[in-house]
């Protein structure tokens, strides 16, 4: 007989409509015949019945031979290869005879109204972009609003228009758009700034310490600029640079209990190198005491492989159409507990727009993956998680960051270092048109208006987590093993790792299932 996990159990009773009470679960995979035990339990559940509880499953158990426990051996709940960090998970079925209902049993705290979950900044079901060139004028428009309100405390700000009537050799403030950047024949860098008014080009002297500043610019971001105007008014000569940033007065908020969020991302179902066993051993573990306060699922799009993403996907696809990926995918998500909260944003992958912010899952994707009642928003949310500001960003501009700044600051290899450039910036996708391509809409969705707590991103594959100014930027890695385009750029997927966070305390532990 296959072994009947936790996890298979919760997908099971899933395909049959169900949730279940932890302890259903724990019960029935303590069972001598899980299997048996299971069919036995949903036949003996009301049909109307929503919740498989610990009570049907008693009921059903009382009733026939499934009620038989397992005896000396074993029936582990979790697959023992699962890496929970350092300490291998422990079994709590895998006690035996040990009756489950009792000591040695967990459940997730059974007091939903501890929890909570909203979410601001969602494009979705808001969207007004039409395409039309006007709309991107008032997007980035409203981009500039935003980011030099947050600004223009820095400096003394004149217009770009008021500069070109002020005359020479006086002191010139300015918040702009970066426009160009470009070096002079002698080696200093000029930056073309762009206000409400019109543009001015501001001098960046090689031999000056901010000179540094000029490799992090990315076109389109707000700066500040103090200096001196040119003898003849035409040109500032940059002293000073400032970026929006995150206060380092900044402290974050916390959760009031010991409660703790799962933040994954790129599932990528549908995909040839779907990690298919890691998920399981994931899922499997968060069926686990070990993951008992692990009452948050937090994914950052690519849920799915998609079809037509890059050239040449189709060589790997495992399953074609893009509606069987969904529903093999929400599959998947019926091995989560069903007593976890599982919020997802789209990725690159999804089948929604890809012009980014990205409206969450339309009616038809969300009845695919409805079993779980997951709350579905746009790319990209603040998610509030009992009190701590997650900024949830899939991450396509990651690839711009890195492509466009030294390494030193943003690499592949430490993903977390091109999200504090983002912080920085107080913008997920500054850069428009390389990578990221942006939809005209009313207001500029991608502006980071409030500081977050912490800063969840994903698409680049690669794992990495770090503190900005108080501030946790974590990339959360991949379910999807090394593609041939990955192989051919040298991209060495971090696959299979799940950051569990701690609401309270904001500490990450990193599990690894692969
Ligand atoms: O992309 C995962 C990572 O790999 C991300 O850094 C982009 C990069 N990638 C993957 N495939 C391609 C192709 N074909 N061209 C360019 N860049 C690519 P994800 O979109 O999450 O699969
Ligand atoms: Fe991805
Ligand atoms: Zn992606």
Redesign the pocket.
């Known amino acids: 007989m296959p072994q009947e996990t936790p996890a298979r159990i919760a997908q099971t009773l899933a395909s049959h409509g169900y949730n279940a009470e932890r302890e259903a679960i724990t019960l029935l995979s303590g069972a001598a015949n899980p299997e048996a035990a299971l069919v036995a339990a949903v036949d003996a559940a009301p049909p109307d019945a929503l919740v498989l509880t610990a009570d049907h499953v008693r009921a059903a158990l009382e009733d026939g031979p499934a009620a038989e426990r397992t005896g000396g051996e074993a029936t582990p709940a979790a697959d023992p290869s699962v890496s929970g960090g350092d300490d291998p998970p422990e079994s709590d079925a895998g006690a035996g005879a040990s009756p489950v209902e009792t000591k040695g049993s967990f459940e997730r705290d059974p007091d939903r109204s501890k929890r909570s979950l909203s979410v601001a900044g969602d494009i979705t079901g808001e969207s007004t972009g039409t395409g039309e060139y006007d709309e991107f004028v008032t997007v980035f428009r409203d981009r500039y609003e935003k980011l030099s309100k947050q600004l223009r405390g820095r400096v003394n700000h004149r217009p770009t228009d008021s500069l070109e009537a002020m005359p020479g050799g006086g002191e010139a403030g300015l918040v702009g758009m970066v426009n160009d950047v470009r070096s002079t024949a002698n080696g200093h860098w000029l930056v073309e700034l762009e206000d409400t008014k019109g543009t001015f080009p501001c001098l960046v002297m090689k031999d000056k310490p901010i000179a540094d500043l000029v490799d992090q610019l990315l076109l389109d971001e707000v700066v500040a600029i103090d200096g001196t105007l040119s003898d003849d008014g035409g040109i500032v000569f940059v002293d000073s640079m400032h970026f929006p940033d995150i206060p380092r007065t900044y402290s974050p908020s916390t959760a009031d209990r010991h409660v703790q969020a799962a933040l994954i991302s ?1 599932v990528h179902v549908g995909s040839e190198e779907f990690m298919a066993d890691a998920w399981h051993r994931f899922t499997d573990w968060l069926h686990t005491e070990d993951a008992q306060h692990v009452e948050y699922l937090l994914i950052a799009g ?1 849920m799915v492989e998609g079809v037509g ?3 040449d996907q189709d060589d790997e696809l495992d399953v074609v159409d893009i509606y069987d990926q969904y529903r093999a995918f929400s599959e998947h998500l019926k091995e989560v507990p069903g007593d976890m909260e599982i919020l997802m944003i789209p ?3 999804d089948a929604v727009r890809l012009a980014e912010p990205q409206p969450g899952f339309d009616e038809e994707l969300r009845d695919i993956m409805s079993a779980h009642d997951a709350r579905i928003t746009g790319n990209p949310s603040m998610v509030t998680v009992e009190g701590v500001d997650i900024l949830m960003y899939h991450g396509v501009s990651l ?1 711009e960051v890195i492509a466009e700044l030294p390494e030193d600051q943003a690499s592949y290899d430490e993903p977390h270092k091109a999200m504090f450039q983002l912080l920085k910036k107080r913008h997920v996708a500054p850069q428009y048109g390389g990578h990221t391509r942006l939809a005209p809409e009313e207001k500029d969705y991608l502006v980071m208006e409030e500081v977050p707590d912490v800063f969840h991103t994903g ?3 690669k794992l990495g987590w770090g503190q900005y100014r108080k501030v946790i930027a974590v990339n959360s890695g991949c379910w999807q093993a090394q ?1 041939d ?2 192989k051919s750029v040298n ?1 060495d997927p971090d696959a299979g790792f799940a950051p569990i966070l701690d609401l309270d305390t904001l500490e990450m532990t990193v599990h690894k299932f692969s």
């Open positions: 790129d690519d993403v890059y050239p990725g690159n992958h690839d698409h680049v594959h593609t385009f990955q991209i």
